[in-house]
Every structure is written in C-alpha cells, then in structure tokens.
C-alpha cells in the first residue's frame, strides 16, 4: 500500500494526525486538506516538514526555518 502517516513536530515531539493518509491537498488559507482511504478528513495548519515516503510518514510543522527560498519556478536536473 502507498498510505502514509501525518504526523505534527511539536516541541521535539510527534503526534499522530492521521493514519493512511492517501490525498494531501493545499488549502487557499494556507495549511492542507488531508483524507485518508477510509474517507476520514484532517486540516492542518502547518507547513510539510519532510515527507519520508520510503517510510510512509508525511511530517508537519509549524516552525520557522532558514533556507533557501523558493525559486518562482522549479529546476529538475
């Protein structure tokens, strides 16, 4: 199966959101849509921390990082 688990980093620690997940989908306001394949729904306001997809885990996060900004267009290579 290709579910993944969504998961909230807060304070260090991750909390379950919701289990086998399969949509997740970006909201107008900000934060996601999340439905899993037994049709429960999740919203969350946060931004996709890192997404382990070998390990079926989507991590979420309300933190401020330092990065790179994001280019107005995306480079594949």
Request: proline share 4%.
């Amino acid at each position: 199966m290709c579910e993944a688990s969504a998961y909230m980093i807060q304070d260090g620690q991750e909390t379950l959101v919701l289990e086998s997940v399969d949509i997740v989908e970006p909201l107008n306001e900000g934060g996601f849509m999340l439905r899993n394949i037994f049709g429960d729904q999740a919203i969350i306001n946060a931004r996709i921390h890192k997404m382990e997809l070998v390990n079926h885990r989507i991590l979420f996060s309300n933190e401020k990082t330092a990065g790179t900004p994001i280019p107005d267009e995306i480079a594949i290579w």
